[in-house]
């Protein structure tokens, strides 16, 4: 499909007084009609900033309606959105919006004093979510054309930096729709289904999981400004969310929360987890209240749905992130690019119309990133059982070969942290002078325990292989994480780097 179609205003002409969002902290209840008015009073406020087709908007944010209100104005305009993380510095961003070349920067209250310090070193004057309604609130309607290229850029996530380097990736109004696609062959998501956004927005997550396929399926979602468990349990107990998608912080910090024990969650009827890998003793905990949390796996560079396990299935498959969904392919291939079998480790390779085209002025990075035949590499390691079910095994530049054997952090990992005093364990592989590599040992303790390196040796050395259990071991308060969850082990490498 080369065209498809704006889908705000198609929304509002099939089901215009239905519920699109609602915002907790402000009361603020928005009808997909209401919505796409606004949306086109949105685009007539860029297009009076002089932003055109195939310009960059900036927006620093916590989660809104006005958020996806810019989002759809850009869609109209035929402009780029770009959503900065407002966890960072100024320093931080300033790159970014350099490299992306933003005419305009947008914020709420909350990130002024952000936007004011980093739109000074740009040149751009800021202009805050009320001034913006202000001006849109002076439009008159406007109907633009609805029909939207597939292959068209839409917005820019910039990774999460597990690597360092942030690139842009690009997201066109094609991958929306296949993501959407996704999600719904995963999770039987319709109309009547209603979410919770609270994942941020510069993360694909906050957007795609699963707020923009609810938004395009006619569902609603209920906006958090920020995740906090005790209002996430309150509108999940209010019977406000039929399906949930986290991150494994999240589903940590819920089971902490003081009311979750006494939790009714029976009336949310789908969860999902990715970001990271799900530890077993929380699948477990969850399990016990009658929880089947559905891992997955994608990535901003895949829209980002492509695995999501089947309910069905979890407690036969722990550990499983399903299948691939119905517009994804998928291939495990060994280091000649060779297919390999079931049961034999492979890098996973993605193809699909979920597929990003690439990173946004980096020819090298997008070069690299693609086989010759046009296969994304994901470099994620990962097996397929007989049945068709995958399991990420881990990321193919976290393995090291410690005495000619490959070890793989996320199994010693896994090991580590079923010790009932680890909450969470990292490992990476540090330099050796007699085996080449060894393993280093990062953990955070649960609140109140206590554990002596030698005695957490001693229990993985009773559970893995010698070449597997890791020579060193730091105990930390917590680590460094990108939005999604996921531990930065480029800075957990920083830290402990002194030590060899």
């Not at 089971?255 to 477990?284: I, K, M, T, Y």
């Amino acid at each position: 499909m080369q065209t498809l179609f704006d889908f705000a205003a198609k929304r509002a002409e099939l089901q215009p007084d239905a519920l699109a969002f609602a915002e907790v902290e402000t009361g603020r209840r928005t009808s997909f009609a209401e919505f796409n008015a606004a949306a086109e009073r949105g685009a007539s406020v860029l297009a009076g900033l002089r932003v055109a087709a195939g310009d960059t908007v900036a927006v620093l944010s916590h989660n809104s309606v006005t958020f996806f209100e810019l989002l759809f104005a850009c869609g109209k305009l035929g402009s780029i959105l770009v959503p900065l993380n407002w966890r960072q510095t100024a320093a931080e961003l300033a790159p970014i919006l350099a490299d992306c070349g933003a005419r305009a920067l947008f914020h709420d209250a909350a990130t002024a004093p952000l936007a004011r310090r980093l739109g000074s070193g740009a040149g751009l004057s800021p202009i805050a979510f009320t001034e913006y309604a202000a001006r849109a609130a002076s439009e008159p309607p406007t109907r633009r054309p609805s029909g939207w290229r597939s292959d068209r850029i839409w917005y820019l996530l910039y990774t999460s930096g597990t690597t360092g380097r942030p690139k842009a990736v690009i997201q066109t109004v094609g991958m929306a729709l296949a993501n959407a696609i996704n999600v719904q062959q995963a999770t039987h998501l319709t109309a009547g289904d209603r979410g919770v956004n609270f994942l941020p927005l510069f993360h694909t997550a906050g957007i795609n999981l699963h707020t923009l396929p609810l938004f395009i399926a006619g569902g609603s979602s209920t906006i958090l400004a920020k995740f906090a468990s005790a209002p996430l349990l309150e509108l999940i107990a209010a019977g406000r969310v039929s399906m949930l998608f986290a991150v494994p912080t999240i589903y940590q910090d819920l089971s902490a929360d003081p009311s979750f024990g006494n939790a009714d969650l029976s009336r949310v009827r789908h969860w999902g987890c990715g970001g990271a890998p799900l530890p077993e003793h929380l699948l477990d905990l969850f399990l016990a209240k009658g929880v089947r949390i559905c891992n997955g796996m994608g990535m901003t560079e895949t829209g980002p749905t492509v695995f999501l396990m089947d309910p069905e299935r979890v407690t036969d498959k722990i550990g499983s992130v399903g299948k691939p969904q119905l517009l994804s392919e998928v291939r495990l291939v060994d280091a000649d690019g060779r297919d390999v079998g079931d049961g034999e480790l492979g890098e996973v390779l993605f193809r699909g119309p979920n597929i990003t085209p690439g990173y946004y002025r980096n020819p090298e990075a997008t070069a690299a990133a693609f086989t010759p035949d046009g296969w994304l590499r994901s470099g994620d390691i990962a097996r397929r059982d007989g049945e068709g079910y995958y399991y990420i095994v881990d990321r193919l530049k976290d393995m090291y070969i410690s005495g000619g054997e490959n070890v793989y952090p996320a199994e010693v990992e896994a090991v580590l942290a079923s010790h009932p005093a680890v909450l969470e364990a990292a490992v990476i592989g540090v330099a050796d002078p007699r085996w080449g590599e060894v393993g280093h040992a990062v953990i955070c303790l649960r609140p109140g325990a206590e554990l002596e390196p030698a005695a957490l040796l001693t229990f993985a050395r009773a559970r893995l292989a010698g070449y597997k259990v890791p020579r060193h071991v730091t105990l930390v308060a917590e680590f460094p994480r990108t939005a999604a969850g996921k531990v930065q082990k480029h800075l957990l490498r920083r830290q402990i780097g002194a030590n060899h």
